[in-house]
């Protein structure tokens, strides 16, 4: 099987190119299997990767135009020849190794974590079934960046605008009946650009290797916000 | 020479639970604390536990930590320390709750308290019926756990290096640890951080072996950083080979699965493990399981074309119960077995998990080696916890849900006796030059041009090595064959070479360092199980099938410089209660 994948050392090159390389298949072979055969072949090529079973988040890639996990995604999946690119609209720093330091910026940006005003019980914070299961769909989140990297908003204003993944997480907080930071996180969202340069392209949604939905999440917190009145 | 140098209070070596508990207590504390991580911290291996974390909560079924205490010490063939496993289990309940406070979304009980499973080995009353003691998120527990201590380190400000790759451990003139050389992965520039105190929490070693759950960055780091600095490590040859990896692939499936009520079948339909462990059943401690079902394959009754594995069946649980409690192996066994487990048996076999020995320490996370006539002594300023420490609490086989519990209590352990020492030694060491430039040249080595054997194949080798001669049946002659083969690998080693000696982000270059690392710990490994004549827990001899506790009731040292073994008494006295002394082992 023939596989294009694209290249750029800043060390050596002065512009990037895509290179062709012959990798033998097996059954069950996945995109990361093939970059590895690669990598096997030429050393100096390089890609983020680790578990191999698409729960660490670190092989996102832009596989024949769309942004996916190279570990869960079968290359029978894909057509021939398989063209491997970065992700999208991120500084390339080697390779398909892309700087997602904008990425992690936004994620801080939404305060990602739990706060808790009232003193803390002794044993844990009571949480009906119920009001558990509204955090799934939202906690599983492996930051690997095919959502916000695929995002046009997102491409335009990285620096404005939070992107689908940060969101994601930002009502993953506000979902969580444990959380008393409500009206903080939704006067931190306000303005024309952080929330609302989402436009429903849905993208995100398209791409998430987890299956999640980053647009509705957005949605519930736009939906939030006017029951607050703000 | 001049290095670029940044000073900390703590510097902390890994980002999984470990690292990142250790990390909150310090920046909490108002401490200047250095994480350090090849990945970005969410990408560190803690995110693929699946099934959850012990305490004794006694949420869904009575419970108590003294109970959990017998099982681990049960667990771990009276291998495991009992001091350390008392302190363990009693902190395990205040340490979910701090866990839930923090925002861990544990799956939840109708009456709103945190949802427990059964899993292997646990019992209530000393050895009666089987508890429920694994506190779940779904079975995401790890990802839920790690994301979470990412979140609170970013709420405390600690100061993170993501995608530095730690290269040793340095010395001031005195010989104590002040820190560590670090390599900028983007870059490819050293860094030298010095620190008042160093914590190594580094993870496990899997990738020694081919077919293992682990991920491509468990490599065994600090535990060949601890070696190099001539601290021996503890008990290796107890390497957990884990019941129901995905066959021929390793990929992990959950203990939670037989936990929810899955069992394991082979060729002939036949719920094998009742013959194995006729009370637990499926749910006996994961070596005896491995050892079922290598076994099962061994005598011909395995599934599929070459009868080389067996079936987990879960169809019986039914769509709602998989998909609420086991989405994530749902998704997992689609993708790399092609089954619905809604529908089909899972294929599995035992896969390469976890490495219950590792760098020696007390149970405040202190590196402790011997120092003559029985006696112990701290590595001032050097700390390690999680996989890649050894406190000991696993002894010869880990139970399930045992290593989150680890590296959550000796991690924040570590944390909180890292702030005293600190404050009792404010003043900074310097890194002496002798020290650098010995930690320099494991760098400049891999500078070397010239023909030479490439380090993919050289880890492949090394990792076929491990796999055929260190697995779950282990022999002399076996083990002795491939400590001979290891040893040839370890004699080639300087022959291997890199071709791309390019800066900006090399991954060959990171893969060449993991390789020095994997060489040092696939050694130990292999030499500690050569050395150990006797059966216990994971370590599994036909040729000495009897547990031996007049001769072997100790804990194994392996040192680095001429591949010696030293031994040292285990702790069998509890902190307060009774100890357990070692009985036969049946589930």
């Known amino acids: ?230 | 020479m001049s290095l670029p140098t940044r000073h900390f209070d703590a510097l902390i070596i890994g980002a999984g639970g470990a690292g990142l508990n250790a990390a909150l207590q310090l920046a909490s504390a108002e401490l200047r604390v250095a994480v350090v991580s090849k990945v970005f911290p969410t990408r560190s291996h803690t995110v693929a536990a699946q099934g959850g974390v012990n305490a004794a909560l006694a949420n869904v079924l009575p419970d108590s930590w003294h109970w959990h205490m017998f099982d681990t010490v049960k667990g771990s063939d009276y291998l495991g320390d009992q001091d350390a496993i008392e302190f363990m289990c009693r902190e395990a309940i205040p340490t979910v709750y701090e866990l839930e406070h923090a925002g861990v979304p544990f799956s939840r009980l109708d009456n709103g308290k945190i949802y427990q499973r059964a899993f292997g080995g646990q019992s209530q009353n000393f050895g009666g019926d089987q508890a429920a003691r694994t506190c779940a998120a779904a079975d995401r527990t790890g990802h839920a756990i790690l994301h979470t201590l990412y979140q609170q380190n970013i709420r405390a400000r600690t100061h993170f290096f993501d995608e530095f790759f730690a290269v040793d451990l340095v010395r001031d003139a005195d010989g104590i640890c002040c820190g560590a050389l670090v390599l900028e992965i983007e870059t490819g520039e050293p860094l030298l951080i010095e620190a008042k105190a160093t914590l190594l929490a580094t993870g496990g070693c899997g990738q020694v072996f081919r077919t293992t759950s682990n991920a491509h960055i468990n490599t065994g780091d600090g535990a060949a950083m601890a070696l190099r600095a001539g601290i021996p490590l503890m008990d290796m040859e107890f390497f957990q080979f884990h019941p129901t990896g995905i066959a021929g692939k390793g990929m992990l499936i959950t203990e939670g699965v037989r936990g929810e009520g899955g069992y394991l079948v082979n060729k002939d339909g036949e719920r094998f493990m009742e013959r194995y462990a006729p009370r637990a059943k499926d749910l006996a401690s994961r070596d005896v399981v491995s050892r079922a079902i290598v076994t099962e394959v061994k005598e011909g009754r395995g599934c599929g074309e070459n009868g080389d594995y067996v079936m987990l069946k879960l169809d019986h649980l039914g769509e709602a119960v998989i998909s609420k409690r086991l989405p994530g192996i749902r998704e997992s066994s689609k993708i790399f077995a092609g089954a619905d487990p809604v529908i089909e048996p899972i294929p599995v076999f035992p896969t390469a998990h976890y490495a219950m020995g590792g760098i020696p320490t007390d149970r405040f996370g202190r590196v402790a080696m011997p120092a003559g006539h029985g006696s112990e002594e701290v590595v001032v300023g050097l700390y390690a916890a999680g996989e890649c420490a050894c406190a000991s609490v696993h002894g010869a086989n880990r139970l399930g849900g045992n290593s989150l519990l680890d590296i959550l209590v000796f991690g924040r352990l570590a944390g909180k006796d890292i702030i005293e020492f600190v404050r009792d030694n404010p003043y900074r060491r310097n890194a002496d030059s002798a020290s650098l430039d010995q930690v320099m040249s494991r760098l400049s080595r891999w500078d070397r041009k010239g023909d030479g054997m490439s380090v993919h194949q050289m880890r492949a080798e090394l990792r076929k090595c491990m796999e055929d001669h260190a697995g779950v049946f282990r022999t002399e002659e076996i083990m002795a064959e491939g400590y001979e083969k290891l040893c040839e690998l370890r004699d080639r080693l300087p022959e291997v070479r890199l071709t791309d000696h390019s800066k900006v982000f090399n991954t060959a270059r990171i893969e060449a360092l993991e390789l020095d690392n994997m060489m040092d710990v696939g050694m130990s490994i292999a030499v500690s199980a050569l050395h150990r004549q006797e059966s216990r827990g994971a370590h599994s001899r036909p040729d000495y099938p009897e547990r031996d506790d007049q001769a072997w009731l100790k804990h194994s040292l392996y040192y680095q410089e001429g591949d010696r073994m030293d031994y040292k008494p285990v702790r069998t006295k509890p902190l307060t209660v009774e100890s357990f002394p070692p009985k036969e082992r049946v589930y």
């Open chain 1, 1 to 230: 099987m023939k596989i294009s994948v694209y290249r750029f050392n800043p060390d050596t090159d002065t512009k990037p190119r895509m290179q062709d390389y012959e990798v033998k298949t097996f059954q069950g072979m996945m995109l990361r299997d093939a970059l590895l055969e690669v990598k096997k072949q030429d050393e100096s090529f390089s890609f983020r990767h680790s578990c191999g079973e698409g729960v660490c988040g670190s092989d996102a890639v832009n596989a024949n135009g769309r942004n996916v996990l190279s570990c869960v995604t079968p290359i029978t999946e894909l057509k021939s020849p398989i063209l491997v690119r970065p992700l999208p609209g991120r500084p390339v720093i080697r390779d398909l190794v892309v700087d997602m330091t904008q990425f992690y910026e936004q994620y801080r940006a939404v305060k990602p974590y739990l706060v808790r005003k009232d003193p803390l019980p002794e044993q844990e914070i009571l949480q009906s079934p119920a009001d558990r299961d509204k955090l799934d769909g939202l906690y599983e989140c492996i930051l690997c960046g095919c959502c916000s990297t695929a995002c046009p908003s997102f491409w335009w204003n990285p620096d404005k605008f939070h992107g689908p993944a940060a969101l994601l997480q930002s009502w993953r907080f506000l979902a969580d009946t444990r959380d008393q930071a409500t009206e903080e996180r939704l006067d931190a969202l306000e303005g024309p650009y952080k929330l609302f340069r989402c436009h429903s392209i849905m993208n995100c949604v398209e791409v998430c290797p987890k299956g999640l939905n980053p647009t509705r999440a957005i949605g519930h917190i736009k939906e939030l916000m006017l029951d607050k009145g703000l």
